[in-house]
């Protein structure tokens, strides 16, 4: 028999956005265990920012919000990034006494017993009345299909697995893909490897700052998405890239002058729609992400659109889920935001004279 505990609200993920949730939880009077639990199936503290490649430091990150209730952590710039978040993040699971649990991996959520719901997970279940569903999207990298994908003889790897440039010394490598991420990469590998760009539709480049009203707007149109049930956009789909000072000798270089996709893969390369083929060691795909959320099927949450239906961070179809660092909460800021709504959400359910 497999074992059963209770907890008013079990919170799923303790990255930024499961971590922001909690804190108001307690903040909102919630006893830690009985009240709330954070189920984390990450074996430490620091979301998917412990798995962020070692070359990516804090000056190459866009910025890290602080957590609430907490100031802003000030690592150098030369510091890892995949070691200053985590360090941050467990000095705060530590100093708040939040009841993070881990590894605790959730397989899926069920309806019932009543009108609670079931928490599945490889160490037992938890019957709540609530979720704070918060976990992020790295457990899904997204790999389009292309023609040849299956031949090609070379290394085929996804953002999630790369680590740094140095084992590309020598090589030629094509990176896929439109986002930040594809940016910050070319660069570092700029100097050790003959580098390609391709991408699906041209890209938007920015050119000045970009303000808080730019950032509100950028939010907005993902919001309006989810809100029609829509598969949510990246926010920086919506927001354009920027060059950085650390990516203009590789701009100078002519690194990003991109080319749109290729026909198809070969054993050893690609074909370009033009009929050239080109030789390739290796293949980068940084191409994005989806939402982690497979385990929340067993509730129906899904929209014929293909997307999860949201009135701010509530599921439309069953508004005990609350959904953080999905959409238009997917950044540091936005998902600070989404824990303190979801928090309130669920007081309003669980203690409705109280919220
Ligand atoms: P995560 O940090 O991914 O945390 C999710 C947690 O849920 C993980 O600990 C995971 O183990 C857990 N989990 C997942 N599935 C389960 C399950 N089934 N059971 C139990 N636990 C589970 N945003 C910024 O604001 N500034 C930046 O500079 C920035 N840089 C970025 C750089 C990269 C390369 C990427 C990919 C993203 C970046 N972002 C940045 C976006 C930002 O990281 C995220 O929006 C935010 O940190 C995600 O927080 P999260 O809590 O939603 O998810």
Do not use: C
């Amino acid at each position: 028999m497999e074992s059963s505990r209770t907890a008013d609200v079990v919170v799923i993920g303790a990255g930024q956005a499961g971590l922001s949730a909690a804190y108001h939880l307690r903040r909102r009077g919630l006893e830690p265990y009985e009240g709330f639990v954070v189920l984390d199936a990450n074996a430490h503290p620091g979301g998917a920012w412990q798995h962020r490649w070692r070359s990516l430091t804090m000056r190459d990150v866009h910025g890290v919000a602080a957590l609430p209730g907490t100031d802003a952590p000030h690592p150098s710039d030369a510091d890892r990034a995949n070691r200053a978040v985590p360090a941050y993040f467990a000095d705060y699971e530590r100093s708040l006494a939040l009841p993070v649990l881990r590894p605790v991996r959730v397989g899926r959520v069920t309806d019932g017993p009543g009108a609670a719901l079931t928490v599945h997970t490889d160490v037992g279940n938890w019957v709540a009345r609530a979720i704070v569903n918060a976990t992020g999207t790295w457990g899904q990298p997204f790999v389009p299909h292309y023609p040849g994908a299956d031949e090609f003889r070379g290394r085929q790897l996804h953002t999630v697995e790369y680590d740094g440039p140095g084992e590309f010394a020598g090589q030629r490598v094509l990176v896929v893909g439109g986002g930040a991420s594809a940016v910050q990469i070319l660069a570092e590998l700029a100097p050790y490897a003959e580098t390609t760009w391709a991408t699906r539709r041209p890209p938007v480049w920015r050119d000045g700052p970009f303000g808080p009203e730019d950032g509100r707007a950028a939010v907005a149109l993902v919001e309006e998405r989810v809100r029609q049930g829509l598969p949510p956009q990246s926010v920086v789909s919506v927001t354009g890239l920027m060059l950085r000072e650390q990516e203009k000798d590789a701009a100078a270089a002519g690194v990003y002058e991109r080319l749109p996709m290729f026909a198809r893969l070969t054993t050893d390369g690609a074909v370009w729609p033009d009929g050239r083929p080109e030789r390739f060691d290796a293949v980068l795909w940084a191409t994005g992400f989806r939402p982690d959320v497979a385990h929340l099927a067993p509730l129906h949450l899904r929209e014929p659109t293909g997307g999860i239906a949201l009135d701010g961070t509530e599921a439309v179809r069953d508004p005990r889920i609350q959904l953080v660092g999905y959409g238009p909460s997917a950044s540091t800021i936005g998902a600070n935001r989404a824990g303190r709504v979801a928090a309130r959400n669920v007081l309003r359910r669980l203690e409705p004279a109280a919220a």
